[in-house]
C-alpha cells in the first residue's frame, strides 16, 4: 500500500506547477508578490482548488481575478510538464489562514497584556 493517495501526490505536483507558471510565465504587471499555500483535489482528479496568499491585501480580489482569467493558460502549462491522463480545471481562491492566524495572535496578545496587568 501507497503512504499516500494519488491526489495527495498529484495535488503538490500542481502546486509547484502553478507556482513556476505564475512566478515565471504570467507578465501581467498588476499581480505582486503571490505565494500558493495549498492545492485541494478530490479523488478524481477533475478539479484543482489552488488557495493563495496575496501580500497587498488590497489588490487580492484583483489578483483572483487576473488568475481565474488566466486558469487555462496555467492548465495549459501543467499539462506541458506533468504526465496526466486529463489536466484538472483549475479555480483560485483566497487562504484566508494567514488572516485569521494573525486575528488569533492579536486576541492571545491581548489576553496576555491584560493578564499581566
Known amino acids: ?7 495527495t501526490r498529484v495535488s503538490d505536483l500542481i502546486r509547484q506547477e502553478v507556482s513556476e507558471a505564475i512566478l515565471y510565465k504570467l507578465k501581467d504587471p498588476r499581480l505582486g508578490f503571490i505565494t500558493v499555500t495549498e492545492v485541494d483535489m478530490p479523488d ?4 484543482a482548488r ?3 496568499s496575496v501580500l497587498d491585501r488590497e489588490t487580492k480580489d484583483v489578483t483572483l481575478e487576473i488568475l481565474n482569467k488566466a486558469s487555462s493558460f496555467i492548465r495549459k502549462e501543467i499539462g506541458r510538464h506533468l504526465k496526466l491522463r486529463t489536466v484538472p ?3 483560485f ?4 489562514a494567514i488572516d485569521y492566524g494573525m486575528k488569533m495572535d492579536a486576541l492571545i496578545d491581548n489576553v496576555t497584556e491584560r493578564h499581566n496587568e
Open 1 to 7: 500500500m501507497q503512504p499516500f493517495k494519488r491526489s
Open 44 to 47: 478524481d482528479l477533475k478539479l
Open 50 to 52: 489552488v488557495y493563495i
Open 89 to 91: 480545471k483549475i479555480e
Open 93 to 96: 481562491f483566497n487562504d484566508n
